[in-house]
């Protein structure tokens, strides 16, 4: 059974950073394309960002509200994601989700097919 | 990045109902999109990808279809379950959701 169990969300203040963790089992992480994905309280669902496996370059793209800003890494060895925040901003708070991207039938990366519960940040004075 | 505009953005229905929801991509996207459904407090689940692709375990009373620019969700024989919040998200390039439409009774 897949598992994702974020950890290491919080109360910062607007300029400091914080670091998330995803824990991943049931799967082949290393093989793995992962994405997250956040949720401001009462709002939609926001794209994060994206890291791709090693296989397939390891690189990581952003959207634009936090390219710069965020970083996306993984430890293969401990099937592990994390997510470095910086220069936090109060719209930076939300709930953050870890999720897996599926392959489709033509082969493309970009279902997210399996989510973890989230982990709060909140962004405040 | 690829705007995604869904409507409507609420959804009143009965039980028992058809609903549609409709998502627009600001570009052609070719059929790569998927459909969730959201409960309060709870993660979202994938129902719906490639379009029209039924997510394992998912029940037949929905389905998807569109490509390019309009895509529709729909949900037949509305369940009490099924009341919820549904996303369209594009995977075409990068990853982008819709606004979500908000699906009560």
């Known amino acids: 059974e897949v598992q994702l169990v974020e950890s290491g969300g919080g109360l910062v203040k607007p300029g400091e950073s914080l670091r998330v963790s995803c824990a991943a089992s049931g799967f082949t992480f290393t093989n793995a394309w992962m994405s997250w994905v956040r949720q401001a309280p009462g709002k939609g669902l926001e794209w994060v960002g994206r890291?791709?496996?090693?296989?397939?370059?390891?690189?990581?793209d952003y959207a634009p509200p936090v390219q710069g800003r965020f970083a996306i890494s993984r430890d293969d060895a401990e099937n592990t994601l994390y997510l470095q925040m910086s220069s936090l901003k109060t719209e930076d708070t939300a709930v953050y989700f870890c999720?897996?991207?599926?392959?489709?039938?033509?082969?493309?990366?970009?279902?997210?097919?399996?989510w973890g519960q989230g982990t709060l940040v909140t962004v405040s004075s | 990045d690829i705007q995604m505009t869904q409507s409507p953005s609420t959804l009143s229905a009965s039980i028992g109902d058809t609903v549609t929801i409709t998502c627009r991509a600001g570009?052609?996207?070719?059929?790569?999109l998927a459909w969730y459904q959201q409960k309060p407090g709870k993660a979202p689940k994938l129902l719906i990808y490639q379009a029209s692709s039924l997510q394992s375990g998912v029940p037949p009373r929905f389905s998807g279809s569109g490509s390019g620019t309009e895509f529709t969700l729909t949900i037949n024989s509305l369940q009490p379950d099924d009341f919820a919040t549904y996303y369209c998200q594009q995977y075409y390039s990068y990853r982008t959701f819709g606004q979500g439409t908000k699906l009560e009774i």
């Open positions: 570009q052609s996207i070719s059929s790569w």
């Open positions: 999720v897996t991207e599926g392959l489709d039938s033509r082969g493309w990366y970009g279902k997210f097919d399996h």
């Open positions: 890291i791709k496996s090693k296989v397939n370059g390891g690189t990581a």
